[in-house]
DNA sequence: AATGAATGAGCCTTCATTCAT
DNA sequence: GATGAATGAAGGCTCATTCAT
């Protein structure tokens, strides 16, 4: 690690840091010392703080993906072992063994306050994740539903991983410890999900539930 | 509103400018200015500038729920439509009307990256408003669902609300400006998430769901 | 001195400065550790060290005036001595008693690498000391001469007196220490400039000396 | 040009850079840059900045002679005419087609804030030429004429060349845009310089005018 | 001979905070 | 109670220069 080049160690001492503090918070001087590299090298390497953080967080996408690489599976695997094996890896990336990586923490920042990295992230990285789990939902949804509806499927699955990763911390104090030590491994989690969803997937599949209009699967308030 | 006394003034022009930058991009200078008062009234009045932060984000979750209270409803409406309800409303808190409030965009903040405020947040704010979904899901389960079950599958309607809130941008680069504009009204998003909840809710009141192995009902991998 | 406010100490302690070396080669560590002042506070009372550059520059302008008034004459006095007398006092302000003062060094590099302060100067400063120089020529010169001779007879009076602050060096280097020590007391330099120019003002009053060409007063090459 | 070697490149590079910025604004970087050369080429090639400037003042000397040439007249040409020419060469060097270009404005910065190159400078450039001009002045001066008086003469004609090009942006604050166009072409000046002059100096050839006390010619204050 | 990488010094500016009034 | 002035610390960045190759 110490004998990569300076760009290399720059990046690689730039990860927790803009992870931990953010953009702002992180400064130039804080990083080149974890990379023992001289100050001036970020703007000689990268011209910008800002910059650095962009490379940042787009080497943190391909880093994470790598580290949890998504399983392939053979063709003829059932839609829902397909489903809980892309609900697992999902939020293995984002919980880690301990805490949340480096690399899952920069990206949910950048979610969350994109700056210019973030279109970038989508493309490489967001879309090829949410075009997987769509081609699964297609396998588990008739063909008649209609592509918002599909979208947002996706969106509450992967809402309910995402929630793990945000709010964490609000969880621990709303359940305890205890409670999370006994029942929010990774795989447990992953398991409800897949099953909360799986359930709530079978729904679409029933005839008319697509034409069915709210009002009339529940009254108005 | 310019003649409130300067604490208030100050309080009130820290929210948007908090909200927006987070606590360290946010300068003090920048919230006396857009207050009208001198440099100096953050120390005076609040010590510190994490202080004003922090009784920022207290005051934040307070002005969110008077501004969007949750409706009371006659206790024997049906758990269906308290659930839609609950939703519903969770749903608008989030999102506003144009873009999510500096309140949500703060509290936010703090769900993500917890400071000093968020003990106080949690006990105030997330927990009551979590223990009345909790309410709301035990008149949809059976008795002798485990009490984490419980707590996950509040996480699970939270999650899917949450991610709208914390997702946002990206979302809208991956369905497209057009699919939002139609079909991710607050509305219709509420409309969606509860049909998506309480088909994953009917599964747990079959006989027998609760005791399977999750290797029963999905063969392992 | 040490007894004024900040502004006051910093912008006199800007003024040597920004004279010596120039706006950019001058640093305002430089300058506030003169002033014996924080270094914030060219930021804090000035916004920028341009903003004290400019500041600088007027007040240098000013202050020269007030340190060597142009003496006023009482209105029958001849045209000849008012005119010695402006070119006395238009060299003693430009040279001073040991080298050029600072305003006048400040004045110059204004001169020929104009800011935007150069405007205000010349409205405030060259342009009063030229029109004065005009009234003076108005009495020497026939009424017919052209504006445009007048002011091209009034810079060949101030280009004379500039090129000794100006060209100081060069000229020494030329003739000698020695003859500078001699004839170049700035009462001599005044003396010769006025004799000079006086004798060549005098071709103007002879009559036809406006109209006659250039090509008969002097063959082609 | 592209094909010259590197210290050629630098050195021509350099120069529009130095007289627009002068020393200190100018940077290496930009200099290389503009040359197309690699950074590390000024140290290598010239050791230092300041010896790149001082090559590059000596290298625009010589430049502006031989682009502006002093033009050889026959020895018996009256000295009127030469003196003309004199004053016409000159105020060509200092002017330029559109603006004075970069050898005169970065000759004239060394004039005002001499640096090492300024000795060589004198020795090579100025006082050949202001010898050239004595010699001139000599064929138009009683021989008794003293030394000084001579030199001053030279200087005041020097001189007011030499302020169309210090002060040309204040003089066309002064006297407007219009005035400039009119009637301050080179030659329209160098024919106002050498009639001012040569009337001057008609003065100096009169019986006695060199004895004369001033106070005789023009009464004290 | 020439260069890409790296460096230490220093720049201007901004910041939250304090203090005398 | 409130404020204008002042401050020390730090920030990102640029610079001329050096060095290993």
Redesign the pocket.
């Known amino acids: 690690m110490a004998t990569d080049?300076?760009?290399t160690r720059v990046l690689a001492a730039a990860g927790p840091v803009f992870a931990d503090k953010g953009f702002?918070a992180?400064?130039?001087?804080?990083?080149?010392q974890a990379a023992g590299?001289?100050?001036?090298?970020?703007?000689?390497?990268f011209?910008?703080?800002?910059r650095?953080y962009i490379e940042t967080v787009k080497r943190a996408a391909h880093l994470r993906e790598a580290q949890v690489p998504m399983p392939e599976l053979p063709p003829g695997a059932p839609p829902e072992v397909k489903l809980r094996l892309f609900i697992q890896t999902t939020l293995t990336r984002m919980m880690g063994d301990r805490g949340a990586p480096w690399q899952v923490r920069l990206m949910t920042r950048e979610v969350l306050h994109p700056s210019s990295a973030c279109e970038e992230l989508v493309r490489d990285y967001f879309r090829p994740h949410f075009d997987r789990l769509q081609a699964i939902l297609n396998e588990l949804l008739p063909p008649d539903a209609p592509l918002h509806l599909r979208h947002q499927i996706g969106f509450s699955i992967i809402g309910q991983c995402m929630h793990y990763r945000v709010a964490w911390h609000v969880m621990t104090l709303i359940v305890g410890a205890d409670e999370v030590a006994a029942h929010y491994s990774t795989d447990a989690l992953a398991e409800h999900i897949t099953q909360f969803s799986l359930a709530a997937l079978a729904q679409y599949r029933k005839p008319g539930s697509l034409t069915a209009a709210p009002s009339e699967s529940l009254p108005p308030l």
């Not at 590299?37 to 390497?45: E, K």
């Not at 011209?47 to 800002?50: A, L, V």
Request: hydrophobic share 30%.
């Open positions: 080049d300076t760009p702002q992180a400064t130039v001087r804080e990083i080149c590299v001289n100050l001036a090298s970020v703007n000689y390497h011209r910008d703080k800002e650095l």
